[in-house]
């Protein structure tokens, strides 16, 4: 199975992103947007995983939980990757970067992976296609939002790709305290 690991975002955040989103599709035409529903912060991408692989990292996420602290943070903006020039993926900005950053190591610690350096906490609202060739520098408001919300949840996804997009399947799920 293809599964990440994710910090699940409350529905009414869910629902703030969504409404951007709907604001910027018209602007966006070629853009694919990640469905509101799916939206999330993916900690720790793990590709094609066993289900032995799945109880070890099951049993990580609730370890890790029982250690991390929740992360107060808000939406702080939108940014892109690699950049506004030739953006490959639109995301919404988190505040409080280090505690995600700080989480990030801890999961990767308790999974016995090398943490990448370039972790940025994002939470993706839409990709672009290659051959894309636009620039968005200057072209987009700035959505400084400012809600606020508590990231304290960490989950254990199964990710189904399909023609129309993938299907994200929570596995299992931990609080923080």
């Known amino acids: 199975m293809r599964a990440f690991i994710a910090v699940e975002l409350p529905d ?7 409404s951007i989103q709907k604001t910027l599709a018209p602007v966006l035409p070629h853009a694919k947007w990640v469905e509101p529903q799916n939206l999330h912060l993916t900690m720790i991408f793990l590709g094609a995983i066993d289900e032995v ?16 602290k929740k992360i ?14 030739n953006p490959r993926v639109l995301f919404a900005q988190l505040e409080n970067e280090e505690d995600f950053i700080r989480l990030y190591r801890a999961l ?6 090398i943490p990448e350096k370039r972790f940025k906490a994002h939470v993706t609202l839409c990709r672009f296609r290659e051959g894309g060739k636009i620039s968005l ?35 299992s799920a931990a609080q923080t305290i």
């Open 108 to 113: 990767c610690a308790e999974l016995k992976i």
């Open 12 to 18: 009414y955040i869910k629902d703030v992103l969504g």
């Open 53 to 68: 692989k799945a109880d070890y990292t099951r049993a990580a996420i609730k370890q890790c939980a029982l250690q991390a």
């Open 137 to 171: 520098t200057g072209k987009l408001p700035v959505f400084v939002n400012g809600e606020t919300f508590t990231a304290n949840r960490l989950a254990l996804f199964k990710s189904t790709l399909t023609p129309r997009g993938p299907i994200y399947e929570k596995m």
């Open 72 to 85: 107060e943070t808000k939406l702080s903006g939108l940014g892109f990757f690699p950049n506004g020039r």
